[in-house]
């Protein structure tokens, strides 16, 4: 029995299907980029919403098309994310102020919120980290206070709720990434969600200047997925998972090489390709996915909470009574984890530490020892929707019985 570490959400036949679409079907129907539009925003429980090619793109029109905000301005993100985000930052001559996270939430510290926000804070970028919706009324407190723009980063939350109301509801705006991985995955894309209709019609403006996206750029993102979503599957992932042994036992334990390694060099220009628009075939693709995301969510969430239960529920961050999480990746944080993970290896589970980045450490004026113990000690446990109760009991008794030595 061999455990992946992570899964492609839809199927290999959607993959082969889709790669055949992308040869020849037209690329800029609107009338199906506007169907999923509707659909996603009526999913999320919002009044407007708009399609990008990135959800760093959505980023990057909310801060260009914000008169109030000019070069110099400072842009509040937590640790833990995407270097895209810090990108558009740089390139718009804003000033990117990090905040420290806390471990019960993977969230803002809220002491070193509060001394971050500034005269010059403009906006403040809210991350939902793996799925995990913190205590949206007190950090609501602090930045409603200082009229300050608020932007939800759900793209690891989708379905995630505070008091019943949905993730991406709470500020001026929400913005979801459609990337491989994610549980609404349409090979690339993002999406811009907000209740306000006078932001709706400033982004508008930049939306409609988008260009048409390259064709092969398309192709090549549906093959990526495909090759992952080939390689994932338990028959030719039991080969992969004998390669990272053979690397462990000759005490190579860093496989970036082989996995992907992130971009530490911050982009001073923002590239061409994330001012194409989404296509109609990604739209297509995930107006048909849409129905899948709560079954998907349901499924996880079960899977779990039965592995916090094997491993006992206080090695886990401590949830917020009024959330409703998701866990779109099972977040751990141990002093013991990286003996956790050798040890699942060699029981053929592979567990993942994260590929998002700390960009407390690519800003090198930035140094947050809080959050880079909590990185340095955090793996992601396998908890995907296609697990079974024997692969999950497996995973939770490897996990318990070096937690408990």
Not at 132 to 146: F, H, M, Y
Request: glycine share 4%.
């Amino acid at each position: 029995m061999t455990i992946c570490r992570g899964i492609i959400y839809h199927k290999i036949s959607d993959d082969l299907l889709n790669l055949c679409k992308s040869l020849y079907c037209k690329l800029n129907d609107k009338k199906k980029i506007k169907n999923f539009e509707i659909r996603f925003k009526r999913f999320n429980n919002s009044k407007y919403c708009l399609t990008y090619p990135f959800a760093r793109s959505a980023f990057l029109s909310i801060l260009k098309t914000d008169k109030n905000i000019r070069p110099g301005d400072e842009i509040i993100l937590s640790s833990i994310q995407i270097k895209g985000m810090l990108d558009v930052i740089v390139s718009l001559k804003l000033k990117p102020v990090i905040v420290d996270i806390e471990p019960n939430t993977l969230n803002f510290d809220l002491k070193d919120l509060k001394k971050k926000i500034t005269k010059k804070t403009k906006v403040v970028l809210l991350t939902y980290l793996y799925g995990i919706v913190p205590n949206l009324d007190k950090i609501l407190n602090i930045i409603k206070k200082k009229k300050i723009i608020l932007v939800e980063d759900f793209s690891q939350c989708l379905g995630g709720m505070y008091k019943n109301k949905i993730v991406g509801n709470f500020g001026d705006f929400g913005i979801y990434s459609l990337s491989a991985t994610k549980t609404l995955d349409t090979y690339g894309g993002g999406i811009l969600v907000t209740n306000k209709k006078q932001f709706f019609k400033k982004n508008l403006i930049f939306h409609k200047n988008l260009k048409s996206k390259n064709r092969l750029f398309l192709i090549f993102k549906i093959f990526q997925s495909l090759y992952r979503n080939i390689f994932s599957k338990k028959i030719l992932f039991y080969f992969i998972i004998k390669i990272f042994k053979f690397l462990n036992f000759f005490g190579y334990k860093n496989y970036s090489r082989f996995l992907g390694k992130r971009n530490t060099k911050i982009l001073k220009f923002i590239p061409s390709l994330w001012f194409t628009s989404f296509t109609s075939l990604q739209a297509e693709f995930g107006s048909k996915l849409l129905n899948t995301v709560k079954f998907y969510n349901k499924k996880r969430i079960s899977n779990v909470m039965k592995i916090k239960e094997g491993v006992g529920k206080q090695f886990f961050p401590t949830i917020d009574k009024d959330s409703f999480n998701v866990f779109w990746q099972l977040a751990f944080i141990n002093k013991k984890s990286e003996k956790i993970r050798l040890f699942a290896l060699s029981k053929n589970i592979d567990i993942a530490r994260p590929s998002i980045q700390l960009i407390s450490n690519i800003l090198k004026t930035t140094r947050l020892k809080r959050s880079k113990n909590i990185y340095n000690n955090l793996i992601l446990i396998p908890s995907y929707h296609s697990l079974n109760a024997i692969e999950v009991s497996k995973i939770y008794s490897v996990i318990k019985k070096v937690c408990r030595k």
